[in-house]
């Protein structure tokens, strides 16, 4: 599964230090499902699949604004998930949750319903070609990301206020 490793080097590549400290990042695959693509006849065979799962995604001990977090996940989805942009698609939104240790630190979770198309064709030496397949409609074009593939988020802003 790609996606979530994807996550993870999205945010820890804007806030280095979850990948110091990989206990205050966690992420995990609750209700994994794989869904066979049946076979057309006109096709052959077709042992195409998907993955289908819900991933919980938790930050522990978070000390920044919780909106970093959101504008990370959105320009995330935005590429690998866009139908979880969009109210038509995904009318419930993303669930989170926040326990509020302190007015400076909280613990903020949240769960995505993810899916990995695979590509599997039989060979005709008996083994399969397989690809992950990607997301083919982002939500936006790479010529226009909410933070600049390649370029560290530099810095957030809230009513004037620098966030990052």
């Known amino acids: 599964m790609n996606k979530p490793d994807s996550l993870r080097a999205a945010f820890t590549a804007v806030f280095g230090d979850l990948a110091d400290n990989p206990d205050r990042f966690r992420l995990w695959i609750e209700e994994g499902h794989v869904r066979c693509h049946a076979a057309d006849p006109t096709q052959g065979e077709n042992l195409s699949y998907t993955l289908e799962y819900r991933l919980v995604v938790v930050f522990e001990a978070w000390r920044r604004s919780h909106l970093l977090i959101w504008i990370v996940l959105l320009d995330w989805l935005r590429i690998h998930q866009p139908d979880l942009l969009t109210p038509k698609q995904s009318p419930e939104a ?26 599997a064709k039989r060979r005709a030496d008996g083994g399969f070609d397989m690809s992950v397949i990607g997301e083919n409609n982002p939500l936006f074009p790479d010529s226009v990301p909410l933070i600049d593939q390649g370029k560290p988020l530099a810095s957030v802003w809230l009513d004037g206020d620098q966030l990052l």
Do not use: K, T
């Open 94 to 119: 993303i669930p989170f949750e926040a326990d509020l240790i302190s007015n400076e630190e909280a613990d903020i979770s949240f769960e995505l319903m993810l899916s990995e198309p695979i590509r």
